[in-house]
């Protein structure tokens, strides 16, 4: 059963291979979804990462909340 998470407070400099390297530590990621902002085209700080497994997302969960990246928690 996969399970999407909502990935927040996301710096702007942020992309989708950074965030599919973070979650991957944790679990099998099956897909990144990075929000763009349709006329700018850039990222709006925020994003979705389906993981493969739900022991996968709480362990990213658990290891991620709260964690600095690209300096913003």
Avoid: C
């Avoid at 099998?28 to 925020?46: A, S, Y």
């Avoid at 979705?48 to 928690?73: C, N, P, W, Y």
């Amino acid at each position: 059963m996969n399970t999407k998470l909502f990935v927040g407070n996301l710096s702007y400099n942020t992309t989708q291979n950074q965030l599919q390297d973070l979650f991957a530590a944790h679990g099998n990621v099956i897909e990144v979804d990075l929000i763009m902002d349709k006329f700018t085209g850039r990222p709006r700080g925020f994003g979705f990462v389906t993981m493969e497994t739900k022991e996968g997302a709480d362990a990213a969960i658990q290891a991620l909340h709260g964690k600095s990246v690209d300096g913003r928690a």
